[in-house]
T-cell receptor, first 111, second 114 residues
Framework: DAKTTQPPSMDCAEGRAANLPCNHSTISGNEYVYWYRQIHSQGPQYIIHGLKNNETNEMASLIITEDRKSSTLILPHATLRDTAVYYC????????????FGKGTHLIIQP | SAVISQKPSRDICQRGTSLTIQCQVD?????MFWYRQQPGQSLTLIAT?????????ESGFVIDKFPISRPNLTFSTLTVSNMSPEDSSIYLC???????????FGPGTRLLVL
């Protein structure tokens, strides 16, 4: 079973910041938080990951609470192409194990 | 990042037949995985394709139904055997990236079983 809880769907206006929450209250000390997204009819795409510090890359920012029990993925200026299902995954496999996907959040960017 | 291709991209098959899906990576990778995504559902891990040894299957998936080959570090196949309509899904392969950069997924194979 997935170790994360996400809202099933969210709306966001184009050009605004999209903030996607994820609860992972049972995360272990060696588990990272990974975010992927799946645009309709495509394979999932890696977005970002972090352990305990906040992270930023060209796609998004990841904010992890101090107790590591929850996190927020931020898309700073959402576009229509960001409409997708976003998956939050906790993972410690170091690349050796497959991923356990939850149901994710269907983010819809409104024009 | 790795570039992954899958063949076929889609197929329509009759029940009782088998289909072999190919996954090709543009670089050598240690770990390759196969997932299934049933209609309207999330992804479920089927197995880890091990080079030089038998695949490691997740609970609920068996080798007789989903035989997997991994002849080298850039290629793997998944066969869906004795298909039924319940096997209608998207089948995806993935590989582990380097430096903890997560996994890279292929575009998927859309299978419809009639």
């Amino acid at each position: 079973d997935a170790k994360t809880t996400q809202p099933p769907s969210m709306d966001c206006a184009e050009g605004r910041a999209a903030n996607l929450p994820c609860n992972h209250s049972t995360i272990s000390g060696n588990e990272y938080v990974y975010w992927y997204r799946q645009i309709h009819s495509q394979g999932p795409q890696y977005i970002i990951h972090g352990l305990k510090n906040n992270e930023t890359n060209e796609m998004a920012s990841l904010i992890i609470t101090e107790d590591r029990k929850s996190s927020t993925l931020i898309l700073p200026h959402a576009t229509l192409r960001d409409t997708a299902v976003y998956y939050c995954i906790v993972y410690s496999g170091g690349g050796a194990d497959g991923l356990t996907f939850g149901k994710g959040t269907h983010l819809i960017i409104q024009p | 990042s790795a570039v992954i291709s899958q063949k076929p991209s889609r197929d329509i098959c009759q029940r009782g037949t088998s289909l072999t899906i190919q996954c090709q990576v543009d670089s050598q990778v240690t770990m390759m995985f196969w997932y299934r995504q049933q209609p309207g559902q999330s992804l479920t891990l089927i197995a880890t394709a091990n080079q030089g040894s038998e695949a490691t299957y997740e609970s609920g998936f068996v080798i007789d139904k989903f035989p997997i080959s991994r002849p080298n570090l850039t290629f793997s196949t998944l066969t869906v055997s004795n298909m039924s309509p319940e096997d209608s899904s998207i089948y995806l392969c993935s590989v582990s990236g380097t430096g903890g950069s997560g996994q890279y997924f292929g575009p998927g194979t859309r299978l419809l079983v009639l």
